[in-house]
């Protein structure tokens, strides 16, 4: 397979940019000049020299390990750039219910596409992104530090991302520079806010038996109060090519 890139300095990979949030930042990266690649089940809507993207469901995390240590991953040629970028934006909401009636299949393919994916990804771009600058945002929300009842999977699975990239952080401190880890790192837990996408139309879609908080999310929709997706996609984007972050820190929209 060919190397990505007419333009070998940068490169991000983004998961989820089929639609959303991870769409926009995707489209936000190729405008800036970076090389992008991208994951999700769906194609993507970008047309572009600079993208490339892989069709996988990432709850499938053996296909998703075949494909970065395989042909995808090779194809990055992440060893050889000045400046390498993830985004792990690819996330479910589901299952959405009472805690005592989450079912266990719905539950694994929560931790595997919202934890196990987005952390395995982190460890491969930290074992390979090793010559470089390495910029991970993982796409957080509110609901890694405050209960939502209802939402007990997407809240526990955000909780273990959440927390993966504070161990990063101490593990930048714990271990000798250039071992474990690559010098120049940060990974940032950021949360986008209320965005106006696929995700937040099924948030708005439960029964409030299921999700007793969904008048609320109601109310933001119908008063207009939700942020186009190319808003933290700027952010995103900004946090990527920024500078002089800790090895782990965490930020808001606009903040
Ligand atoms: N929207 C909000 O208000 C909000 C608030 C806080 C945090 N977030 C976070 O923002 C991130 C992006 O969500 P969004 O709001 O932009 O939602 P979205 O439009 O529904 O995007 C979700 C993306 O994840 C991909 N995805 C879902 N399941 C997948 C799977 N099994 N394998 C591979 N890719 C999969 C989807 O692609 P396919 O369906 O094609 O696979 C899609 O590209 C998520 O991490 C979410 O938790 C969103």
Redesign the pocket.
């Known amino acids: 397979m060919d190397e990505l890139g007419s333009r070998p300095d940068r490169i991000c990979l983004v998961?989820?940019?089929?639609?959303?949030?991870?769409?926009a930042v995707a489209e936000e990266l190729l405008r800036r000049g970076w090389d992008v690649a991208g994951?999700?089940?769906?194609a993507a809507p970008l047309h572009h020299a600079r993208y490339r993207h892989l069709r996988?469901?990432?709850?499938d995390t053996a296909r998703m390990e075949e494909a970065f240590e395989g042909s995808f991953g090779e194809a990055l040629a992440l060893e050889g750039r000045a400046r390498v970028g993830l985004v792990n934006?690819?996330?479910?909401l589901e299952p959405v219910g009472p805690t005592s009636a989450t079912p266990a299949a719905g539950l694994a393919r929560a931790f595997a596409?919202n934890a196990v994916a987005p952390i395995w990804l982190l460890g491969f771009f930290l074992r390979r992104a090793r010559g470089g600058k390495l910029r991970v945002v993982d796409?957080?929300?509110g609901a890694a530090r405050r209960p939502y009842a209802g939402w007990s999977a997407y809240c526990a699975t955000?909780a273990a991302l959440r927390m993966a990239g504070e161990v990063v952080g101490e593990e930048a401190r714990s271990f000798a520079p250039g071992t474990a880890l690559p010098v120049d790192l940060s990974v940032v837990g950021y949360?986008?806010?209320?965005?106006d996408?696929?995700?937040?139309a099924s948030v708005r879609g439960a029964l409030v038996e299921a999700f007793p908080q969904v008048g609320r999310f109601l109310d933001l929709h119908a008063t207009g109060k939700l942020h186009p997706?190319s808003r933290p996609a700027m952010e995103i984007a900004d946090l990527l090519q920024s500078d002089g972050l800790p090895a782990w820190s965490e930020r808001r929209l606009g903040g």
């Open positions: 998961t989820g940019t089929s639609s959303g949030i991870g769409l994951v999700a089940r769906r996988l469901d990432l709850t934006g690819a996330a479910t596409l796409v957080s929300s955000k949360e986008p806010g209320v965005v996408t696929e995700m937040q997706p």
